[in-house]
């Protein structure tokens, strides 16, 4: 009798790690890798993030993903999303998931035989680059693993400017991987699907340093003959994290 198997590894963090992270692979050279995105050069920052990406999998002995234009749309949708909604999370407002995105994006099918993944991340100024969003992901072992995953062949990189309750400056990423088999034997299986779920932990912090991003503004001078004078309020650099435990659905044996 005819088996599906069908797993989703749903996982997230932030480029706040990125502060301890140790550089590891990603240290080689990706043109573009230290960009703070911005509207002009979000194709580049997309690129550097694979590259990036790849250099960890090499070093590991794994080959290279490849980015795939039906995983990069529901990607890029996804990021932009998160900003518009003002949400940071694998399950939008209306309930839908990875696997639904991935569903109605024509990248899987219900019935089919496949496996995915999904990291997402925020970041502002220094935080929000290529190498900062890896670097977090990298020091994170549930993210690291899906970066790691030796099945997965594809990505989509949705990179976007804004982050979920400031779309004034950072920047947003969501990255979907995926593996699809369209090999009927191997898709062949049998037995009622066993989820297995675990819970979702969510932090927010606050990045103190160096000036992340400053606003001039006049302050009126006190005494005769003084001119106004300009004054920097800076504001910090905020990033936030949220990680999943791996969630999966296979068919009982």
């Keep these: 009798m005819p088996s599906r198997r069908r797993a989703v590894t749903l996982l997230a963090t932030v480029a706040a790690l990125a502060l301890s992270a140790p550089a590891g692979a990603q240290a080689a050279d990706c043109p573009g890798a230290d960009l703070v995105p911005a509207a002009g050069n979000l194709p580049q920052v997309g690129q550097a993030t694979l590259c990036l990406l790849n250099n960890e999998r090499a070093a590991q002995g794994l080959r290279p993903v490849a980015e795939a234009p039906r995983l990069t749309q529901p990607s890029q949708a996804y990021s932009a999303r998160m900003v518009a909604e003002n949400f940071f999370a694998h399950e939008a407002p209306d309930g839908s998931t990875l696997v639904d995105r991935l569903t109605a994006a024509g990248y899987i099918a219900p019935d089919g035989d496949w496996t995915v993944g999904e990291n997402i991340a925020w970041g502002q100024a220094g935080l929000s680059t290529p190498r900062s969003i890896m670097a977090a992901w990298m020091a994170s072992p549930g993210h690291r693993r899906n970066i790691l995953t030796g099945e997965f062949t594809e990505i989509g990189l ?57 606003t001039k503004a006049t302050k009126a001078s006190k005494g005769r003959g003084k001119a106004a004078r300009a004054r920097k309020t800076v504001k910090a650099k905020r990033a936030a994290s949220c990680a999943a435990a791996p969630s999966a659905r296979r068919p009982a044996r």
């Design 158 to 214: 949705g990179v976007v400017t804004g982050t979920p309750g400031d779309t004034s400056w950072g920047a947003t990423y969501t990255t979907d991987f995926g593996a699809v088999r369209h090999d009927a034997v191997a898709a062949a299986a049998s037995g009622t699907p066993k989820a297995r779920r675990a819970a979702t932990r969510c932090t927010a912090a606050a990045v103190r340093g160096r000036a992340a991003k400053a």
